[in-house]
């Protein structure tokens, strides 16, 4: 049982936030599907008025995911970028954001195309070195963000040692936790001052819907941040808030699947003769081994390889049967992308390929299948690759 709950993770997944619908005993939170709500006289309402100021649906989901992450506030949004946009809201202009060198491209982008117009400016830095985060710590600087593993050469980043340089200078950390999930990382306890999700990933775990979460510890910072949900309105509808919780009651049993899976594979990988490298943080061998194991429960399901140089990336990729090509990651299915043309492909060529983004490297989410039909799958297409 972790610190500061009542219940163990396995139990807060299926009985956590509002627990079943009260007036019905219906073991399921209902759908609640409206706009508005009655009110019972002038100036006196049932605690809802509005549905972007306020849904049960939405509100069950957003109590369950404070609840993982170990935060007394949560927020759902209509997608992970809605999450991001919304925590970027919170700076003013004049205001600097530090960030992962490999963060995901669409924080990137709207940081470089959105609120640069908004005098918010960004720095990329690489989180993996204190010194050089401490360097970069001028005055403007207001929030430090990052993604840990990042994409796509799960790269590991310490955490708590950001947290607490950012805090030494009165800056707030910012963790995209989408890779590993609360299930395996709970970045709250380790320092930092907002989580966030894109929730279309693991917490979703089905491939069926787009959503974000933020959750935060501080009253001060949720209210801002509760402000700027209602004020600018991106909140997940009532649908897909259902949605989402029927999803994140599996979480647990979905992510030991999924990383069972991913250290099988990436232990077979690394025996293929046609596999130039193999990066998975759950190998003793990978720089960020160490910090993985001591600030998560597991090293996840996304792995990445390259293919050595005489195979052919496309015909591997076109080969694959189980295994599909999409973008996209956490999903219950396996997928495989090519972040060169896909995830990365608004990098030029040369920067992607001194940081190791190259043609031959391919990233796997890998699902929840039985991993032998996986290793198979994989096989075979290797076999058809060699030029
Ligand atoms: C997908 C993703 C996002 C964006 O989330 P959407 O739900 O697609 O808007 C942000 N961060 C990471 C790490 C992601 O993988």
């Known amino acids: 049982m972790a610190k500061g709950r009542m219940h163990s993770l396995n139990t807060i997944l299926?009985?956590?936030g509002i627990d079943g619908d009260e007036r019905t005993g219906a073991v399921n939170i209902?759908?609640?599907?409206?706009s508005t709500y009655k009110q019972i006289r002038l100036g006196e309402n049932t605690g809802y008025e509005y549905s972007r100021t306020g849904n049960p649906t939405r509100e069950a989901l957003e109590k369950l995911t404070a609840e993982l992450e170990q935060g007394r506030y949560g927020l759902a949004f209509a997608s992970g970028m809605a999450?991001?946009?919304?925590?970027?809201?919170?700076?003013?202009?004049?205001?600097?954001?530090?960030?992962?060198?490999?963060?995901?491209g669409g924080t990137f982008r709207i940081l470089d195309k959105i609120f640069v117009n908004f005098g918010i400016t960004y720095q990329f830095v690489?989180?993996?070195?204190?010194?050089e985060i401490e360097k970069n710590?001028?005055?403007?600087?207001?929030?430090?963000?990052?993604?840990?593993?990042?994409?796509?050469l799960l790269e590991v980043t310490d955490i708590a040692a950001v947290a607490e340089t950012a805090k030494k200078h009165g800056v707030l950390t910012i963790v995209d936790n989408t890779f590993m999930s609360p299930y395996l990382q709970r970045p709250l306890t380790l320092g930092a001052d907002i989580v966030l999700h894109s929730a279309t990933k693991y917490l979703g775990g089905h491939s069926d819907l787009i959503a974000g979460i933020v959750v935060v510890d501080q009253e001060e910072l949720a209210q801002k941040l509760y402000f700027i949900q209602n004020s600018t309105g991106g909140v997940l509808g009532p649908n897909d808030s259902f949605l989402l919780i029927r999803g994140i009651k599996t979480l647990g049993v979905r992510m030991e699947r999924h990383q069972q899976n991913a250290g099988k594979i990436a232990e077979w990988l690394?025996?293929?003769?046609?596999?130039?490298?193999?990066?998975?943080?759950?190998?003793?061998?990978?720089?960020?081994?160490?910090?993985?194991?001591?600030?998560?429960?597991?090293?996840?399901?996304?792995?990445?390889?390259?293919?050595?140089?005489?195979?052919d990336y496309r015909i591997f990729i076109n080969s694959l049967k189980i295994i599909t090509l999409a973008e996209s990651l956490g999903g219950v299915e396996s997928l495989i992308c090519q972040p060169a043309s896909m995830t990365h492909a608004s990098i030029p060529p040369k920067i992607r390929e001194r940081i190791g983004i190259?043609?031959?490297?391919?990233?796997?989410?890998?699902?929840?299948e039985d991993y032998e039909d996986l290793l198979a799958d994989i096989k075979q297409a290797a076999e058809k690759a060699e030029a």
């Open 270 to 311: 690394k025996t293929k003769n046609w596999v130039k490298e193999v990066y998975y943080p759950g190998l003793p061998e990978h720089p960020g081994y160490k910090i993985q194991n001591r600030q998560a429960d597991g090293a996840g399901g996304m792995l990445t390889f390259e293919l050595k140089k005489k195979y």
């Open 14 to 16: 299926i009985h956590g």
């Open 30 to 34: 209902p759908v609640y599907q409206t």
């Open 126 to 131: 690489d989180t993996g070195d204190i010194a």
């Open 83 to 104: 999450a991001i946009a919304a925590v970027f809201t919170l700076f003013s202009s004049g205001d600097k954001i530090l960030i992962s060198k490999n963060v995901y």
């Open 137 to 152: 710590l001028t005055k403007e600087v207001k929030a430090v963000l990052v993604e840990t593993p990042t994409n796509p």
């Open 358 to 368: 190259t043609e031959n490297l391919l990233r796997l989410s890998v699902g929840i």
